[in-house]
């Protein structure tokens, strides 16, 4: 614990890998970045429709190399398609390493960032970081990238998502979301459990969930993804977060934690729950819809987690029982 600030921090991640081919896809947009929408090419004004039948030719030729990039749209890179050609854009030393080119322009553009990074926990020599941005551009321009991750450096110096303050301990002192285990993968593994929540208190329930996640981040070792399990049992509709506090939290994980979902699994789906279910899903992003998953037996959560990882509550080995005051001092979620 900081005795200055009161609050607990988590260690930095040991994990420092690129992410493999296999695991980069394109399922969340990048922030928001303003794009000039002024025709400045002496190419006249183009009646609508012609624009239109333009964007369309873009988006069934984009996975052909020859297309030239003002035809290339934000947005349509096919699934697992690594821009590979961004070094064409902004690459002053010819080389063929997306990862390395984009380290090279922000060390350039930002000579302390090396330091700042290392205080925010979003290392700019980790090439999981950067790769985990790169993976999810919409152009091949490192320009955007630039501006995605100095976001997220902005984000995790004011925010500080790696500290437990003692209104979050407060929040979570049931438990309602922590990190304990891994899954057979070498996922670490995140519970939540909606129906522990008491206060509901708008600012330190998101805050809360953001911190388990970047616990659990921390302790990746064999895998650059957690896990989580959603435990929806004796859930009710006052269990059900505010629609702002679901929008700010699926805001925060599409702008500033990219790639770092594995699976979802939700369990206990009862008639309340399936209501919130739904809800949520209009702020989940398509890519992402597809990992997750409602199971139905024991089976399935053993498949993928081993009964010595899951919890007894959901018919498991492991009698760990979250107490606070431990969780937040570092025992408990090894």
Not at 53 to 63: D, E, Q, R, T
């Amino acid at each position: 614990m900081n005795p200055a600030t009161n609050s607990i921090s988590i260690p930095p991640s040991p994990l420092s890998r690129p992410p493999p081919p296999s695991e980069i896809e394109i399922n969340q947009p990048p922030p928001s970045v303003a794009t000039n929408t002024n025709d400045n090419d002496n190419r006249g004004i183009v009646p609508r429709f012609l624009i239109r039948i333009k964007n369309l030719f873009a988006k069934l030729l984009v996975p052909f190399s020859w297309i030239p990039k003002r035809w290339r749209l934000s947005g349509v890179f096919p699934p697992n398609h690594f821009p590979t050609d961004i070094k064409t854009a902004n690459d002053p030393l010819g080389s063929s390493d997306p990862v390395s080119t984009f380290r090279h322009k922000l060390k350039t553009q930002h000579p302390d960032l090396k330091k700042r990074s290392l205080l925010a926990r979003f290392d700019v020599d980790d090439d999981v970081v950067l790769g985990n941005i790169l993976s999810v551009l919409h152009e091949p321009d490192l320009n955007i990238g630039e501006e995605a991750f100095m976001n997220t450096l902005k984000f995790r110096e004011e925010y500080e998502p790696f500290t437990a303050s003692q209104a979050l301990i407060k929040e979570n002192k049931a438990g309602f979301v922590y990190t304990r285990k891994e899954t057979l993968a070498g996922n670490p593994i995140v519970h939540y459990i909606p129906a522990r929540a008491v206060s509901k208190n708008s600012a330190y329930y998101s805050r809360s969930l953001v911190y388990s996640l970047e616990r659990a981040i921390s302790r990746m070792e064999r895998s650059n993804k957690y896990f989580v399990v959603i435990d929806c049992s004796n859930f009710g509709l006052s269990s059900i977060p505010s629609v702002k506090d679901i929008k700010q939290l699926f805001g925060i994980l599409a702008a500033h934690y990219p790639q770092r979902l594995g699976k979802v699994m939700i369990v206990n789906l009862g008639r309340a729950a399936k209501i919130f279910y739904n809800l949520s899903l209009t702020f989940v992003p398509e890519g992402t819809k597809s990992k997750i998953v409602v199971a139905s037996t024991i089976a399935d959560l053993e498949a993928h987690i081993g009964l010595e990882n899951l919890p007894r509550r959901l018919g498991g080995e492991d009698e760990y029982v979250f107490e606070a005051r431990a969780y937040f001092e570092g025992v408990g979620d090894e």
